[in-house]
């Protein structure tokens, strides 16, 4: 089947294989990855390679600390104000979507946030232009949300901080290591592993150290950046299988040539399906606007809204899962992450081409 869920999300299969049959016995330890300490050598050769791929992969740089957590981003959606500010501290939210209007409110309780700009009155379907961007010169940091989940918007370029002394924090739950980032133009880029990189349960923070350490008071031990930088991710058992399954991926990644021939993949396949949504004389439309158009995820409606409720089904029975859209804004949604080969994308299209046949 090819599987479009917005996440968790398919995994490469070369990948599920190898932890299949790594699965009872991992390298001959006679052990699983679920079974052995998390303070083992086995597990901390997991974890140590898992960073060091990962680095290698987004090219970190050494000021910058990678933490492997639970709790989802929602939980950093706390964890950020929390570390990074105090409570009469003002900090600013761009807000492009329904992930970044949570993360602004869950922050409402730590901090002082400003919604500097909101695309809803425009249902999310923009990103604004940084010179309109009325930043507060005292902002401890400016926060986006990379790639907007379940709308399908996604920043191509980052705003600035206007504070030299802020820093720009970004959710890249939906696309992380999706394509090249700089990662030295962020205080923090933190994302949950199950779209890209992983099954659900690890949620990746990359910090720059320097921001490290200057927690609330109130901060509960598990969210406090310091502690779990101390303790490279391992102050309580984390979540050891999913971190090993991120390990194989980002190995994947750099198998493939590394994130610059990952976006080349990704870009190809985000083209076919809106050229085909564009194509279709309104049949499919895609109310984002071009510019700014996810490579991860493709929201689309039918002209004849009626009919949606058939496309999805007819398209599962053709193997095509999980394309129905987000419930807070219907129609349907293409998650074409990494791990989505282009023969799914181009399954897809033959199946809307011949849909709109029957149909238009
Ligand atoms: N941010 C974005 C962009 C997301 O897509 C999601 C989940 O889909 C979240 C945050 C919340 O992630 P979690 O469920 O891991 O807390």
């Not at 994947?252 to 279709?280: F, P, R, T, W």
């Not at 049949?283 to 996810?294: G, I, Q, T």
């Not at 490579?295 to 039918?302: G, S």
């Amino acid at each position: 089947v090819f599987n479009f869920a917005a996440g968790p999300a398919t995994l490469p299969e070369n990948v599920l294989l190898r932890a299949q049959s790594e699965l009872y016995n991992w390298r001959g330890c006679g052990m699983s990855v679920m079974e052995m300490s998390h303070r083992g050598k086995e597990f901390l050769s997991i974890i140590q390679k898992a960073e060091a791929d990962l680095r290698a992969l987004l090219e970190i740089p050494p000021e910058y600390a990678v933490l492997f957590l639970q709790g989802g981003a929602t939980t950093q959606f706390a964890a950020l104000p929390l570390n990074l500010c105090n409570q009469d501290d003002p900090v600013d939210y761009v807000v492009t979507g329904s992930w970044g209007d949570k993360a602004f409110k869950e922050a409402q309780k730590y901090c002082k946030p400003n919604v500097i700009w909101s695309g809803k009155s425009e249902k999310y379907t923009k990103i604004p232009s940084f010179d309109g961007l009325e930043q507060n010169p005292q902002a401890r940091y400016l926060h986006i949300c990379a790639n907007e989940t379940i709308h399908g918007v996604e920043f191509k370029d980052y705003p600035t901080p206007k504070n030299p002394n802020g820093v720009l924090v970004a959710d890249m739950s939906s696309n992380f290591c999706s394509k090249p980032v700089d990662v030295s133009k962020f205080g923090v880029i933190y994302a949950g592993a199950q779209k890209n990189v992983g099954p659900s349960g690890v949620t990746i923070v990359i910090i720059r150290k320097d921001l490290i350490g200057n927690a609330q008071d109130v901060t509960p031990l598990m969210l406090d950046y310091k502690i779990q930088a101390e303790n490279n991710s391992l102050y309580n058992t984390p979540p050891c299988y999913c971190i090993y399954m991120c390990g194989l991926v980002f190995e994947d990644l750099l198998d493939q040539g590394g994130l610059k021939e990952v976006e080349k993949k990704n870009k190809k396949k985000a083209e076919i399906l809106y050229n085909a949504i564009d194509a279709s004389n309104g049949f499919y439309r895609c109310p984002v606007e071009k510019s700014v158009r996810s490579l991860m995820n493709v929201p689309f409606t039918l002209e004849k809204s009626e009919l949606e409720a058939d496309f999805i089904k007819e398209a599962a029975k053709e193997k095509m899962l999980q394309l129905k859209g987000h419930r807070s804004v219907g129609g349907m949604r293409a998650s074409i992450y990494n791990a989505m080969p282009l023969a799914g994308v181009e399954t897809l299209v033959a199946f809307m081409k011949d849909f709109q046949a029957r149909h238009a």
